[in-house]
């Protein structure tokens, strides 16, 4: 069974810098994007950051020039560097990643459990 974990999110004062990282478990046969997404309450999920196998990247506007996407191909492992970060940065933030597992027919998207990211404001 194929997973997402997320770790690394916490509590950081605005101004500050958060690494968040996602592992993946399990019998993987190749993984092609990987990504950032984070949702707050009573809000839909919204897009953060991407990052293909060939190391091409996306950035939401509202991310772009302050957070840092990057992966390990050989360790099937995205990271998060998140620098001034501000209040409205705060959200579960969750690692997504299209992936071909052992057991599966096509790829498909996998999500993590998520991980908390607050800035006080």
């Known amino acids: 069974q194929v997973r997402l974990v997320e770790f690394g999110g916490g509590l950081v004062q605005a101004g500050g810098s958060l690494r968040v990282s996602c592992a993946t478990s399990?019998?993987?046969?190749?993984?092609?994007?990987m990504g950032w997404y984070r949702q707050v309450p009573g809000k839909q999920r919204e897009f953060v950051a991407s990052?293909?196998?060939?190391?091409?990247?996306k950035y939401a506007d509202s991310v772009k020039g302050r957070f840092t996407i990057s992966r390990d191909n050989a360790k099937n492992t995205v990271n998060l560097q998140m620098n001034s970060l501000k209040p409205e940065d705060t959200a579960v933030y969750y690692c997504?990643?299209?992936?071909?597992?052992?057991?599966?027919?096509?790829?498909?998207?996998?999500w993590g459990q998520g991980t908390q990211v607050t800035v006080p404001s």
């Open positions: 997504n990643a299209l992936i071909f597992g052992e057991t599966d027919i096509v790829a498909r998207d996998y």
């Open positions: 399990g019998r993987v046969l190749s993984i092609n994007g």
């Open positions: 990052i293909q196998r060939d190391g091409t990247t």
